[in-house]
């Protein structure tokens, strides 16, 4: 690699049909129909190998989108994100037909107890060889909590405040219920586990209770590449504190120049290198042979657009039901409970344009809100390299338009092309995924992550 800062990247994807691109499964050779079969995970996971990709990053929602019309007809009609299937049950297949890259899982302290869940992501951490992260998400889908009854949990705050003590409860038992060295294989005593070094977490909080040990031996990376994207005050606190990578969805450098300086100014608060946190900003890559190639790709792709299934995902997203409004209407700022970020963004205080719901639709419909990169490999090359510059993130969640094709011209086209610029590895590191990102030298947490204080208990206390 050059002195030039690396460029980190992950193809962004959901185990559903339409992710954010509603209605482009329709494309001629689109296999997105195909993702609940293990082939389509399989093969889409040696493709991003082959391209020397950072990891597969899969989003994931409890509930469906139904503010859109005040329905679920749209949603479901569109299938956008609905059907959708578990997440972390792709990672094995995945983790078997690769060596190195990288599995981001999406899943949410709202809807998941803290003590199965933690025992769920070390098997996952285990069978992967370290190639686990969790993307940690409070969820923002009313629709969700209708059938997991969890009463006045669902404000905004009040999810943050419950994804503290779960990461505490998390920490815990990954950290500090296991010491180094507690599994022995002593086969001539007898003695696979050394009792004396297991140790009961005795959490007991305000929204937990776990007296327990985790029933999980250490795993490689013990606690999973934490991952966050948290896009609100209160979110971005959350960031700086836990995630090791923070994901960033914004249309415009603006927003996303805001919100790395904010949340490295908040890193320092927490007593961590600024620079140690990795922002990934979402992005979508059409690219060919030429600029032309490039450019009739992205307009045959526009025509094939479902704008009400674009209208439906901005609609969960922020809150607000987009059919009540003239469509040539300028969006403005309100509060609700669902992706504050998400709505800011698109007003002209902070992205700096004038945002409609036509017109936002039109920009979802390919990606979701993250920019859309159409060009050549040096054109997209040279777009990536500027952001890069000019916002001070680390990398980019690469969503798609076609599946696997998007990823296929990027691993074709784009990667090499950074390569030839020093701006991305030709080949793995060696270690975990934590190891891989350069989040640490060795496997486990880095000393100022507050999961590192749990490791240290059970030395204290026993």
């Given amino acids: 690699m050059s002195n030039k800062k690396r460029i980190y990247l992950n193809a962004f994807d959901m185990n559903c049909v339409v992710h ?102 070390s098997t996952a951490d285990h069978l992967s060889k370290g190639r686990v992260a969790w993307n940690v998400v409070t969820s923002y889908l009313e629709s969700g909590t209708k059938n997991i009854e969890i009463g006045d949990k669902f404000q905004h705050d009040e999810r943050y405040n419950i994804a503290e003590e779960y990461m505490e409860v998390v920490y815990k038992l990954w950290e500090g219920s296991w010491e180094d060295g507690a599994v022995v294989k002593d086969k001539t005593n007898g003695v696979f586990t050394n009792p004396n070094k297991v140790h009961e977490i005795q959490h007991e909080g305000k929204y937990f209770k776990v007296p327990g040990i985790h029933l999980c031996e250490p795993s490689p990376q013990r606690t999973p590449v934490i991952y966050q994207a948290g896009s609100s005050n209160r979110g971005i606190q959350f960031a700086a504190k836990h995630a090791e990578c923070a994901f960033i969805s914004v249309p415009t450098k603006e927003p996303a120049i805001q919100y790395v300086k904010s949340l490295r100014k908040e890193a320092v608060k927490q007593g961590k290198n600024p620079q140690d946190i990795k922002v990934l900003a979402l992005a979508t890559v059409i690219t060919g042979k030429t600029d032309e190639e490039a450019r009739q790709k992205y307009e045959k792709l526009l025509s094939y657009i479902d704008l009400e299934g674009a209208l439906s995902l901005l609609s969960g997203w922020t809150g607000i039901d987009f059919s009540q409004f003239d469509p040539d209407e300028e969006i403005k700022y309100v509060e609700t409970n669902a992706i504050q970020g998400d709505l800011s963004v698109l007003t002209e205080e902070v992205s700096g344009q004038k945002w409609t719901p036509r017109k936002v639709a039109n920009f979802v419909g390919i990606g979701g809100l993250g920019p859309v990169f159409v060009g050549s490999a040096e054109t997209v090359a040279d777009l990536l390299e500027n952001w890069i510059e000019e916002t001070d993130a680390d990398g980019f969640n690469l969503a798609y338009a076609t599946i696997p094709g998007t990823f296929e011209d990027i691993v074709e086209y784009l990667i090499p092309e950074l390569q030839k610029r020093g701006r991305f590895k030709t080949s793995y590191k060696e270690g975990t995924l934590r190891e891989k990102l350069d989040l640490n030298d060795g496997p486990y947490m880095h000393s100022t992550h507050p999961a590192y204080q749990y490791k240290k208990l059970h030395q204290e206390n026993h």
């Fill in 20 to 121: 954010q691109s509603p209605g482009l499964w329709k494309y001629p050779g689109d296999q997105a129909d195909q993702y609940n079969t293990i082939d389509y995970w399989v093969n889409l996971a040696k493709v991003l190998e082959k391209g020397f990709f950072d990891g597969i990053f899969i989003a994931d929602v409890i509930g469906i989108y139904d503010v859109y019309k005040n329905g679920k007809e749209t949603t479901i009609r569109s299938a956008t994100q609905v059907p959708v299937n578990d997440p972390i049950l792709l990672v094995s297949a995945m983790a078997h037909a690769t060596e190195h890259i990288g599995f981001g899982i999406t899943a949410s302290t709202t809807f998941e107890h803290p003590y199965t869940f933690a025992r769920r992501m």
